[in-house]
């Protein structure tokens, strides 16, 4: 089947290897050079790594395509840098769905300051971090780890918080103006953490001592996520170069990119007020122009809810690498940046499909006609892996005719029950063996051993076809040998006059959601003409 790949206008001119990473690269380095002043030779790119909670696919994506954006600007022959953020000095606002329910103790704490309760890690911040830095590794992505913790805590941090302070009556009107927020007119953009219970949001900061470095505070409580949280009264004073509280999301980011020298960062569209703000305190306080920004849709779930770690409907990237490659994830993420898109298990083996078709246009065994389309398509299947592309087209094998095997195959002669069918099947050829897509055969078992089947795929059929379907059933209904059923196919063909390719295409569609594959009568004799009888009967309905 065609695959549908939203690339842009095909007469667009071509940049790079001819994908949005490419031009965007591109806007940002121009933006750059034409930048009054001295500027890094060196571009950075930013992207968050949430601490709070449970790593998601959206998660990922703003990694990889930052990661992306390096790339791209390093194929344009300058020096790039991405840096992942671990904004391990926030508050736990709430107890993420599937976390222990002591952590309910611990609400209002830095999240680096919170104990890991699976005793892992040094923190809980940091626990949940680790994940998602070890699937952005796992996915070969290469990054600078850098955290809100060890930025404050070091000091490095310290010159901007002060710079920020100092002119905190601006910040606060810049906030009321950009987001409506007026808490900021009166109170200072910092959260100290209090010295007595070690919460951050419940501290209002009143006073900056800018000769000291210190921020003076109370810890009178505050309203979060709609339930207050309540303060213990202590009045105190923080240190801001010894990381004891931090600055307000609404101008951290201003603070960050000034102190990182950050380029480019991209962002969702919930947070665009945030954005808006910290850009103009970038400016007028930190007298650096703001990175460039693209904004990206959310993933949502099937019911159309944003994926989210607190609400517990997580799709993280561990789940995708249990069923699909790297490559079919960095996919997801590089095949559009703008557009909300809907997401559950059942589309990973949709993406290894796809890449599967990209991979088949990159080597010549599928034509495309239109030459910019065709860059673009090879483009896009280059940043799948990073750049570093294979030199040979892959064993592509159906991952619903893996599926299918594998439901069906021995246990106590797995590999090679697999492997003798494929063989048979024409897929190994050449000296290959179940060692070379025992990748494609893992994610598959996972598949099976969790969800037993893919979903049956229903095609919308006319008479002719189903009155065809019909007499099939019949016909092979009782039958267990493979050269008896393909005879029956090829005879039923004939009947009601059908170029015996056209009727092959259709069952391949109904039995393997692919235009093609192995030899009908082994593979129904394998997987038994009742289960192929009953997945037809379905598109019959």
């Known amino acids: 089947m065609t695959q549908e790949f939203d690339l842009g206008d095909d007469s667009e001119e071509i940049i790079g290897r001819g994908t949005w990473i490419d031009k965007l690269a591109l806007s940002v380095l121009e933006r750059k050079d034409n930048l009054k002043g001295k500027h890094p030779e060196v571009i950075r790119t930013e992207s968050g790594l949430g601490a709070s909670g449970f790593p998601h696919i959206g998660s990922f994506a703003d990694a990889s395509r930052a990661f992306g954006f390096k790339l791209a600007i390093e194929d344009l022959d300058r020096k790039s840098e991405f840096i992942a953020f671990a904004d391990d000095m926030d508050g736990l606002r709430k107890v993420p769905v599937g976390t222990p329910s002591e952590l309910k103790e611990h609400l209002g704490k830095p999240v680096s300051m919170i104990p890991d309760p699976w005793g892992c890690h040094d923190s809980y911040g940091q626990h949940m971090s680790s994940l998602l830095i070890d699937s952005i590794k796992e996915a070969g992505i290469i990054f600078t780890p850098t955290s809100a913790n060890e930025l404050y805590t070091s000091g490095k941090m310290a010159p901007q918080v002060k710079k ?20 900021y007119l009166v109170a200072l953009p910092y959260h100290a953490i209090c010295k007595q219970c070690g919460k951050i949001y419940t501290t209002k900061a009143i006073s900056f001592d800018d000769k000291k470095g210190q921020v003076e505070y109370v810890c009178e409580g505050d309203e979060i996520r709609g339930k207050m949280l309540e303060g213990c009264g202590y009045h105190g004073w923080a240190d801001i170069a010894k990381g004891e509280g931090k600055l307000t999301w609404k101008v951290e980011f201003a603070a960050r990119w000034d102190l990182l020298q950050i380029d480019f960062e991209a962002f969702g569209k919930d947070i665009f007020e945030s954005v808006t703000c910290n850009d103009q305190i970038c400016k007028e306080i930190f007298d650096y122009e703001p990175p460039t920004h693209a904004r990206y849709e959310m993933f949502l779930d099937k019911g159309g809810s944003k994926i989210s770690k607190s609400t517990g409907n997580v799709f993280t990237p561990q789940t995708w690498f249990s069923y699909g490659s790297p490559q079919s994830l960095a996919l997801l993420t590089y095949k559009r940046m703008a557009g909300s898109r809907t997401l559950a298990v059942d589309d990973i083996p949709v993406y290894m499909k796809e890449l599967d078709y990209l991979e088949n246009i990159y080597f010549g065994r599928i034509k495309e006609g239109n030459a910019a389309r065709k860059r673009k398509m090879n483009g896009l299947f280059e940043y799948c892996w990073h750049l570093k592309q294979p030199d040979k087209r892959s064993l592509q094998i159906p991952y619903s005719l893996l599926v299918n095997l594998i439901s069906v195959a021995p246990e106590s002669a797995y590999e090679e029950f697999i492997e ?19 990748d494609r055969v893992h994610y598959a078992a996972n598949w099976v051993r969790d969800f037993a089947q893919l979903e049956d795929i229903t095609l919308e059929l006319d008479e002719k076809q189903k009155a065809s379907l019909k007499s099939l059933i019949k016909e092979i209904k009782g039958l267990v040998v493979a050269d008896d059923i393909q005879s029956k196919i090829f005879e039923i063909a004939r009947e009601f006059k059908m170029k015996p390719g056209e009727f092959f295409k259709l069952l391949y569609q109904i039995l393997l959601n692919t235009d093609r594959g192995p030899k009908l009568g082994p593979y129904i004799q394998t997987i038994g003409t009742e289960q192929a009888i009953k997945t037809i009967k379905k598109n019959l309905k």
């Open 164 to 183: 920020l302070l100092a002119k905190a009556k601006r910040a606060g009107e810049i906030i009321e103006e950009t987001t409506g927020q007026e808490k």
């Open 420 to 438: 003798s069918r494929l063989i048979e099947y024409g897929y190994l050829r050449d000296g290959a063996t179940f060692k070379d897509v025992k």
